[in-house]
């Protein structure tokens, strides 16, 4: 079932070096401070640390539930060997929570870091990369921490923030509840309930309503009203219902957790205006829609806004100011389901408006799915970034060609949110 995996999809390896066979000359795991660590050192490393930021992992917090205290010390365990192999020091945190845990993964990675220096040496590089909540801490820590990280790689980023990104989940909650309505047991659009669980709640009411084909046109207007995969963008033939039940599962359940942490409700809509493309209302009405009388509800209910205690804690955990102090590579698949590529055009904006463009570089892929990254995809955009920090020279779309799954001709789309 859904919840009780690592909320972050990565496409089967098809690795560049598959039959490499590359051993650590030092391997070390522990716990510092109640965060369960790995590290794993070749004999020829290259004098580069990659440290890995692990995605959301969901808090066990219902009966029968266990939670992953897994320490990974990369993406994936099958992209060890080749960076192993090409000289790479690997090391990862498994922070000291589960849920909307980035305070502590900012500061259980940056202690890692420490510990990796007090133990096995000081790196020459030390490159953080994170994808989807780790993208987060990496995009957090890059603000944060200037003498720790000389590069980053923020992968399927949230790159609009926190708070932004958070909205947009409370939008789908809003939506959902005009078209089908929510169960009182749920809370509501502004205010979750602070213990709901997706498996035994949200899940069964899901599945009866998209095994009814005839709910197709409803749920695609709630996909297109707010901006999932992204404005102009056509997802494929399989994509409906699968977005639907993991992004559900954030804007309810993993939204419960955060607000608890919060210590109150924490998205708004004030500043939101609900519209959709004449495209988009025309295709809905071949489907039975009339987009506009949905349109007019959701904008009759822009009213929602969050307590100033738990908003303040959504952008401490985090909103960016752009001020990055080194390099920052963004990867993102251009088809994502549940952080959307236009988050990336909203952290672009963030960092020019910081007047620092020329410390980013983004990358996308033709991937469809969350973190679908192949691995040779992978092993480009750390080699390219390794490059940047030791050479002083910003990648090009040359380093990312379309034979590996690149699209270096893409922009993407405005995020929903204002």
């Known amino acids: 079932m859904l919840k009780k995996l690592t909320l972050v999809g990565f496409a089967t390896l098809a690795l560049l070096v598959a039959s490499v066979s590359a051993k650590a000359q030092v391997e070390l795991q522990g716990d510092l401070d109640g965060a369960p660590y790995r590290i794993r050192v070749p004999a020829n490393w290259n004098g580069t640390l990659l440290v890995y930021a692990h995605g959301y992992r969901d808090k066990a917090d219902h009966p029968g ?16 060997a080749p960076l192993l192999a090409q000289g790479y020091a690997l090391a990862g945190s498994a922070y000291r929570d589960n849920g909307w845990a980035v305070e502590e993964g900012v500061r259980d990675t940056k202690d890692l870091v420490k510990f990796f220096k007090s133990r096995v ?63 009182s047991s749920w809370g509501t659009p502004d205010d979750i309930n602070d213990f709901i669980d997706f498996e035994s709640q949200v899940f069964p009411k899901l599945l009866s309503e998209v095994n009814n084909f005839s709910n197709f046109g ?55 205006e609900y519209t959709l493309t004449a495209a988009e209302k025309a295709y809905l009405a071949g489907l039975g829609i009339n987009a506009d009388a949905l349109l007019v509800t959701l904008n009759d209910r822009r009213n929602i806004s969050a307590q100033p205690s738990a908003r303040n804690y959504l952008k401490r955990n985090a909103d960016y100011k752009g001020k990055i102090k080194h390099p920052v590579l963004t990867l993102h698949t251009i088809i994502d389901p549940l952080v ?21 570089f983004q990358t996308y892929t033709t991937g469809v799915g969350h973190c679908a990254f192949s691995g040779p995809q992978l092993l480009t955009v750390v080699n390219a970034m390794n490059n940047w920090v030791r050479t002083g020279t910003a990648p090009t779309a040359a380093n990312f060609p379309a034979t590996l799954g690149f699209a270096p001709t893409f922009v993407p789309p405005a995020f929903p949110q204002p």
Not at 65 to 80: F, G, I, K, T
Not at 140 to 166: H, K
């Open 121 to 183: 040496g000081k790196p020459e590089k030390t490159i953080l990369w994170g994808f989807s909540l780790g993208s987060v801490i990496t995009l957090d820590s890059m603000e944060q921490s200037s003498g720790t990280y000389d590069g980053a790689i923020a992968a399927c980023a949230v790159g609009a923030g926190a708070s932004r990104s958070w909205d947009n989940a409370g939008d789908l909650a809003l939506a959902y509840d005009v078209v089908f309505g929510m169960p």
């Open 340 to 360: 959307v590529v236009s988050q990336e055009r909203a952290y672009a904006e963030t960092v020019a408006a910081a007047g620092r463009s020329d410390l980013l």
């Open 218 to 272: 409803k749920y695609e207007f709630i996909r297109l009203v707010v901006g999932t995969p992204g404005s102009g963008l056509t997802p494929p033939a399989n994509f409906y219902p699968n977005w639907l039940f993991t992004d559900m599962f954030f804007a309810t359940e993993a939204r419960a957790e955060l607000e608890r942490r919060a210590g109150g409700h924490i998205v708004q809509n004030l500043d939101h």
């Open 65 to 80: 539930e266990v939670d992953n205290r897994n320490a990974d010390a990369a993406p994936n365990a099958a992209l060890e």
